[in-house]
Structures are given as C-alpha cells and as structure tokens.
C-alpha cells in the first residue's frame, strides 16, 4: 500500500512543485559553491529543528526527486545535489547525514559528497561508495543536539532523535554505526593528505613542495627550507585571531605562497608575503593568480626581500612564521618587529608555527603568550606541533600594558607550559647530503621549565 501511495504521490503536482524548488536551490549552490566554504553551505541549506514525525511519502518524493537532479546540471554536481536532498530531507521530518569523503587511492584527487537516512544511502549504492573514505559528516541543527561536525575524531554524528522506543533504538544502532565508521576513517596522517589534494585541486594552486635554498644558490646559515603549512590547522589558527578589516597579515618566509592564499580568505584589509626567493615569489605570484577568485581579501602583494632587512610596514598587525629562521637571523628578524612596535604602538600579534625559539622569544622580556593551538588538522598529537601566538609589546610600559589589555590569554588548559620557557623538544633534518641535522633541541621537562613571570613582559 505504501508503495503504491508513493507512486500516485510521484506523478502528483505536489511532485512537480517539489523538484522545481529543489532544481532552484542546486542552480543557487551551484553559482555559489565556490566562493563559500563547506560549513556555510550546510548551514545555509540548514532546514533547522525537526517535525514531530517523519512523512514518509514526503521522504520518497525527496529521494526520487534527488535522483532526478542528477540529470539537471549534471556533471560534478554531487555536492550541490546532496546539499539539496540534505535539505529536503530534513524538512520532510527525517534525520539526514550530509558525508564528505576523498578517494582512497592516493594517486587521484577525487572528492565526493553523499547523503545517508539510518546508515543508508540515498540515491547512491554501497558499490559507489567503497571507493571514498568518510573525512566530514554533518547533521541538521536540533537534531539531537546535531549540527556541522569536525571531521573524524569528533565524538558522534548525530542521527537524531526518534518519537518512538522503537525508533530510538533504531536511531542508537544507526549513531554506533557511524561513530564505527567515523573511528574506522580517523587516521589523522591519511586524511591530512587526502585534505591536502583536495585544497590544492580547490585552489587550483601548486603549494606542496618542500624547496631547499642549497638547490636555490641561497645562503642557509640559520635559516630553514620552505615548507608548506597545513592547510586546516593554519585555518582554524587564523579563525581564532578574528581578524577584522583593520587587520594586516604578513607572512614571513612566504614559499610558495600557501599561507597566503589561506589569509586571503579571511578578511583583512590587506595581506603581505615576504620571501628571500625570487623563483618562489614568481611561483607564489602564480598560486595567487590561480586562488583569487576565493579571495575575501583583495589587496594581496608577494615582495621578494630578505626578512632581516626589510621594513615592517606600520601598519601590520599579524606577523605568521613558519619556522623560517633560527638564532641569529631569527633574533635579527624579531629585533625588526619590535622596533616597529617601538616607532609605531599598535596591536601586535605573531603567529608562530613549529615554535622552536620559543624560549628565546620569550627571553626578549617583549612578547606574551596569548594562544597556543594545534599546526595541524587533524592534529599531530606531538607536543612541539602547535601554532603559539603572541603579542609583541613596545618598551614603554604603560602602552605595553594598555595594548596587552586588548587581547586576554586564551591559553587552553593543558597546554600551560607555553606559558614560560619550555622545550618539548625538536629535532628538524634535511636529506644528508645537504647537511642532515638543522636544528636539535632537546626536551627540557616542564617541572624544570624557568618561572614564566620574568619572561612575559608586560601583565595580561
């Protein structure tokens, strides 16, 4: 009887009037897929709270209506389409999963988007989705506490919650499936690097490469090779500095460009890269031409200069180090920020990502750790790969105080021992015929860690 229901229901004018609206909200995500990021799109299409009950008549107009849209737009339209069936989905009562996956293999570069009901898929077969590994799944707002998930190693995906007793023990099954399949796909190295083709191939960037300045005739003492940052882990560092349009973002040691093209899309009113270079910034140039048209920030210049030589320009306010430089050429490096922040007070934050002169920074007497976050998403769970910010204060006390009171620490529990002079150790080397070893700090416990009083300058 149901199915019969069903089929009057799919030749109905309801049917028609349903797949129109359906065809319109792809067209929509279709036109602006590429200039918002995932987590806006979900919200976006976002239904809000659940009905009382599920309509099941309304479900199978949904699914058949999703397969339909297949064959509108079709081509590289299985995010928009899923998007769209997320929605009405959730609308008709039911308690969808939106999944985001990369391909296993890692010769390819391929993405896909699908929709699940209870475990199971719709409009897609289980033979489709071997190929993908789960790396984001999403779940309607007020749907048990559901919402926009982190990828893998979040707690649960929310699959809702049921009216009935039967139906939430079918809606238990159905979350302990998924939280077995999220912890199957929870292999941090394998999903950074499926993350890390698919914002390159996003971009339409080439940002991968390691490049050593030995194979570039450039001089190495105290400086360290280009390495690319992780694309979520500076992401998410970035979003906690809530940057505004009074915000100016350096990055020191741009490479090829990445850390860049990741700030441009936060929105600063202007954006530097700084290289010693001259072949990377031409290739960073490059990157950038291909990425703007995701660009928030539209005032974006590469300079080609050497860092300890080069002018802050005063009205810099975020200043991002990737582990550029070490001892001297760092302590040059750093003497040049503070004297801007001397000649021209202003908020002044550093970014600094794999902090291997953490201690020295903090020996200045002129910085203040404001923030420590992972360098990686997922994270590393190394102790020494985290990003630290912060604050550069001028010499003049009562400005030092008066700009520390602007940024109070945020500092996450357990990870305190920033707080002072602490080395959870780093042993950094390059291929041995260009010298092996580069930078060796040994771990120094945090019960002998020196007091972080004296080397935190001005008081938060």
């Given at each position: 009887?149901?199915?019969?229901?069903?089929?009057?229901?799919?030749?109905?004018?309801?049917?028609?009037?349903?797949?129109?609206?359906?065809?319109?909200?792809?067209?929509?995500?279709?036109?602006?897929?590429?200039?918002?990021?995932?987590?806006?799109?979900?919200?976006?299409?976002?239904?809000?709270?659940?009905?009382?009950?599920?309509?099941?008549?309304?479900?199978?107009?949904?699914?058949?209506?999703?397969?339909?849209?297949?064959?509108?737009?079709?081509?590289?339209?299985?995010?928009?389409?899923?998007?769209?069936?997320?929605?009405?989905?959730?609308?008709?009562?039911?308690?969808?999963?939106?999944?985001?996956?990369?391909?296993?293999?890692?010769?390819?570069?391929?993405?896909?988007?699908?929709?699940?009901?209870?475990?199971?898929?719709?409009?897609?077969?289980?033979?489709?989705?071997?190929?993908?590994?789960?790396?984001?799944?999403?779940?309607?707002?007020?749907?048990?506490?559901?919402?926009?998930?982190?990828?893998?190693?979040?707690?649960?995906?929310?699959?809702?919650?049921?009216?009935?007793?039967?139906?939430?023990?079918?809606?238990?099954?159905?979350?302990?499936?998924?939280?077995?399949?999220?912890?199957?796909?929870?292999?941090?190295?394998?999903?950074?690097?499926?993350?890390?083709?698919?914002?390159?191939?996003?971009?339409?960037?080439?940002?991968?490469?390691?490049?050593?300045?030995?194979?570039?005739?450039?001089?190495?003492?105290?400086?360290?090779?280009?390495?690319?940052?992780?694309?979520?882990?500076?992401?998410?560092?970035?979003?906690?500095?809530?940057?505004?349009g009074d915000d100016v973002f350096v990055d020191v040691g741009s490479g090829l460009g990445r850390a860049v093209v990741v700030a441009a899309q936060f929105p600063f009113r202007r954006v530097l890269?700084?290289?010693?270079?001259?072949?990377?910034?031409?290739?960073?140039?490059?990157?950038?031409?291909?990425?703007?048209?995701?660009?928030?920030?539209?005032?974006?210049?590469?300079?080609?200069?050497?860092?300890?030589?080069?002018?802050?320009?005063?009205?810099?306010?975020?200043?991002?180090?990737?582990?550029?430089?070490?001892?001297?050429?760092?302590?040059?490096?750093?003497?040049?920020?503070?004297?801007?922040?001397?000649?021209?007070?202003?908020?002044?934050?550093?970014?600094?990502?794999?902090?291997?002169?953490?201690?020295?920074?903090?020996?200045?007497?002129?910085?203040?750790?404001?923030?420590?976050c992972p360098a990686k998403w997922p994270a590393a769970g190394d102790e020494g790969e985290v990003m630290v910010t912060y604050q550069l204060l001028p010499a003049d006390g009562p400005t030092a105080e008066e700009l520390a009171s602007r940024f109070p620490s945020q500092v996450p529990e357990g990870s305190e021992a920033w707080l002072g002079e602490y080395e959870p150790g780093y042993l950094?080397?390059?291929?041995?015929?260009?010298?092996?070893?580069?930078?060796?700090?040994?771990?120094?416990?945090?019960?002998?860690?020196?007091?972080?009083?004296?080397?935190?300058?001005?008081?938060?």
């Amino acid at each position: 009887m149901l199915r019969a229901a069903v089929r009057i229901s799919l030749a109905s004018p309801r049917t028609g009037w349903l797949l129109t609206r359906m065809v319109a909200w792809k067209v929509t995500l279709a036109l602006v897929k590429h200039a918002l990021p995932l987590s806006t799109l979900v919200r976006l299409v976002d239904p809000g709270p659940r009905k009382r009950a599920i309509d099941a008549e309304e479900c199978a107009r949904v699914e058949w209506a999703v397969r339909r849209l297949g064959r509108v737009l079709a081509g590289g339209d299985c995010l928009e389409r899923s998007l769209v069936g997320y929605r009405f989905l959730a609308r008709a009562g039911a308690s969808p999963v939106l999944w985001i996956g990369l391909d296993r293999d890692a010769v390819r570069t391929e993405g896909h988007a699908w929709v699940t009901v209870d475990d199971r898929p719709v409009a897609e077969t289980a033979a489709s989705l071997a190929p993908y590994v789960e790396v984001a799944a999403f779940t309607p707002s007020g749907r048990d506490g559901g919402t926009a998930h982190d990828p893998p190693g979040a707690d649960a995906v929310a699959a809702g919650a049921a009216t009935s007793d039967r139906s939430s023990r079918r809606s238990a099954r159905s979350r302990s499936s998924l939280r077995a399949r999220l912890r199957r796909a929870a292999r941090p190295k394998e999903i950074r690097g499926a993350l890390e083709r698919l914002h390159e191939r996003r971009y339409g960037v080439e940002t991968s490469d390691y490049v050593y300045y030995e194979e570039l005739g450039l001089p190495t003492q105290d400086r360290l090779w280009h390495i690319p940052s992780d694309w979520g882990g500076l992401r998410r560092a970035l979003a906690r500095l809530d940057p505004t349009g009074d915000d100016v973002f350096v990055d020191v040691g741009s490479g090829l460009g990445r850390a860049v093209v990741v700030a441009a899309q936060f929105p600063f009113r202007r954006v530097l890269g700084v290289e010693l270079s001259q072949e990377l910034n031409e290739r960073a140039r490059a990157n950038v031409g291909r990425a703007q048209r995701t660009f928030r920030c539209r005032d974006v210049e590469l300079i080609a200069a050497d860092a300890t030589e080069w002018s802050l320009p005063p009205d810099v306010t975020v200043v991002y180090f990737f582990s550029p430089f070490t001892e001297e050429v760092f302590d040059r490096v750093v003497a040049n920020l503070l004297d801007s922040v001397d000649e021209h007070p202003r908020p002044l934050r550093l970014l600094y990502n794999l902090p291997v002169e953490h201690s020295r920074l903090l020996r200045t007497r002129r910085t203040r750790v404001i923030d420590v976050c992972p360098a990686k998403w997922p994270a590393a769970g190394d102790e020494g790969e985290v990003m630290v910010t912060y604050q550069l204060l001028p010499a003049d006390g009562p400005t030092a105080e008066e700009l520390a009171s602007r940024f109070p620490s945020q500092v996450p529990e357990g990870s305190e021992a920033w707080l002072g002079e602490y080395e959870p150790g780093y042993l950094i080397y390059k291929p041995k015929r260009l010298g092996g070893i580069a930078v060796y700090r040994p771990r120094q416990d945090r019960a002998d860690s020196p007091p972080a009083g004296g080397a935190q300058g001005a008081a938060p």
